[in-house]
């Protein structure tokens, strides 16, 4: 049968789909608009399944600041062609949206959060698979709550940090150590906060490395805990040199401007991880 361009047009709008399966599942639906929605929707599961051993190591990071809030997700893809797409992009955000207005408090939640229509995160996720022809998933998403949130995302789009202060601080400070974190990737937020398992495999190597370098057996403790410490000042957000200002901490430089403010919150991701 003969479908017109005005119907296939309909058809992209409605699925983002290319013109060439929109009009195939048009026809295969008998002219059909309903019976060919669901024909992309099946072809989107059906490529999903096909894919799933595939990585997807491209993609899209977002985040958002609403109400004392924070929120970031990472839609991603097989490729950078794809992920630079301005449909690629619009799904990302629409999943934010529907990410803070479900309130989304972790992935399986985000997964389950319904838009306007009804069709769950997990159903657009994998309708974009099917759109795309590459095996997407949502790589990362995380929530804060704090006072005061700040959030930065890398101009790549492929990493960023939201943070969370304990009180109202200048949006330029706040900008700065989202940039901090972005960029240096710290493990936590303090010393306080560092997993025990770090720091043991931290303890660990330290030993190790002082034995193989033929210090004597009873200071091996102490050089390993000197180790750890300097670990812990070079990848914890509080404790390491400031970009700013490398003569002080981040924890410093931020007293320097609100002696009352600190960090309360942070979550990072990176696509390159």
């Known amino acids: 049968m003969n479908v017109t361009l005005a119907e296939i047009a309909k058809l992209r709008a409605t699925t983002q789909a290319g013109m060439m399966d929109c009009k195939n599942a048009l026809i295969e639906a008998n002219g059909d608009f309903e019976r060919a929605v669901e024909i992309i929707r099946e072809k989107g599961k059906m490529i999903a399944s096909k894919r799933s051993d595939r990585t997807a190591s491209e ?3 977002v985040a958002k600041v609403v109400d004392g809030k924070a929120y970031m997700v990472c839609l991603a893809c097989e490729t950078d062609f794809v992920s630079q797409t301005e449909g690629f992009g619009a799904t990302v955000n629409e999943i934010m949206d529907i990410a803070i ?3 989304a408090a972790d992935t399986e939640a ?4 319904k838009n306007a229509e009804g069709r769950t995160i997990a159903d657009l996720v994998t309708e974009k698979s099917g759109q795309t022809g590459e095996k997407c998933e949502i790589a990362y998403y995380a929530r804060i709550e704090a006072p005061y949130c700040a959030q930065y995302v890398h101009f790549n789009k492929k990493l960023g940090s939201i943070i969370g202060f304990n009180k109202e601080v200048p949006a330029e400070l706040a ?4 940039m901090q974190a972005t960029a240096m990737g710290p493990i936590a937020i303090s010393p306080a906060d560092c997993p025990a398992d770090v720091i043991e495999k931290e303890r ?6 002082a034995r193989l370098e033929g210090k004597p057996e009873a200071m091996l403790e102490r050089i390993a805990e000197g180790k750890v410490q300097k670990f812990l000042k070079e990848n914890t957000l509080l404790e ?5 200002n490398p003569k002080e901490s981040v924890g410093a430089h931020i007293k320097s401007v609100d002696a009352e403010a600190t960090v309360v919150a942070y979550k990072r991701f990176s696509l390159n991880d």
């Open 175 to 178: 900008h700065e150590v989202c």
């Open 59 to 61: 993609g899209v990071v």
């Open 204 to 209: 660990k190597i330290g030993m190790e490395a």
């Open 101 to 103: 207005a479900a309130d």
């Open 110 to 113: 985000l997964l389950a959060a």
């Open 240 to 244: 390491q040199p400031s970009n700013s």
